[in-house]
T-cell receptor, first 113, second 115 residues
Framework: DTGVSQDPRHKITKRGQNVTFRCDPI?????LYWYRQTLGQGPEFLTY????????KSRLLSDRFSAERPKGSFSTLEIQRTEQGDSAMYLC???????????FGPGTRLTVL | GNSVTQMEGPVTLSEEAFLTINCTYT??????LFWYVQYPGEGLQLLLK?????DKGSNKGFEATYRKETTSFHLEKGSVQVSDSAVYFC??????????????FGPGTSLSVIP
């Protein structure tokens, strides 16, 4: 396994459209995290999964955001009715177990016009 | 709440200069502390970590010591190279007795090393 992968790497959309991002973690990693990073800032936690269970969601994750990890492997992050303020880099990370090093993917850069 | 503060950049140094990037934290429980690095065009990578007070994390010539009394985790390197040019993020993961919380990152410090 070569690491965490994310798809797409770049997404440009118009305001009001829905977008979905995919993250494939490192095989056998039980924990999967989503973060959002805006220019000049550190990543901000959005949500995380232990296997298929979503254990915590940040206040940053409005009702327009939903994340799933249906089989405990890959995860999707969907943003409905996108707004210009959603423009950011969306990062996915995985770890083998709690407290372990998190390995980050390359991110999906979203631009909302 | 838990938070991380680090020195503002950008930091510009000449090759072989000494580097210090200051980081202080606020946390409940028993945090683990990390430095992550993001090279241009690449994803975040863990540079080093320390899990308890007085631990020293080290990697690639970089070091940081977990100082509980000053709630600090300053990053140092004795002689920087051009290839060290990147953005450095201080971060913590707070262990609350039953599980580790999510990782909280500082805003990042951009380092440019010139030949």
């Amino acid at each position: 396994d070569t690491g965490v992968s994310q798809d797409p790497r770049h997404k440009i959309t118009k305001r009001g459209q829905n977008v979905t991002f995919r993250c494939d973690p490192i095989s056998e990693h039980n924990r999967l995290y989503w973060y959002r990073q805006t220019l000049g800032q550190g990543p901000e936690f959005l949500t995380y999964f232990q296997n298929e269970a979503q254990l915590e969601k940040s206040r940053l994750l409005s009702d327009r955001f939903s994340a799933e990890r249906p089989k405990g492997s890959f995860s999707t992050l969907e943003i409905q009715r996108t707004e210009q303020g959603d423009s950011a880099m969306y990062l996915c990370a995985s770890s083998l177990r709690e407290g372990d090093e998190q390995f980050f993917g390359p991110g999906t850069r979203l631009t909302v016009l | 709440g838990n938070s991380v503060t680090q020195m503002e950049g950008p930091v510009t140094l000449s090759e072989e200069a000494f580097l210090t990037i200051n980081c202080t934290y606020t946390a409940t429980g028993y945090p683990s502390l990390f430095w992550y690095v993001q090279y241009p065009g690449e994803g975040l990578q863990l540079l080093l970590k320390a899990t308890k007070a007085d631990d020293k994390g080290s990697n690639k010539g970089f070091e940081a010591t977990y100082r509980k009394e000053t709630t600090s985790f300053h990053l140092e390197k004795g002689s920087v190279q051009v290839s060290d040019s990147a953005v450095y993020f201080c971060a913590l993961s707070d262990y609350r007795g039953t599980s580790y919380d999510k990782v909280i990152f500082g805003p990042g410090t951009s380092l440019s090393v010139i030949p």
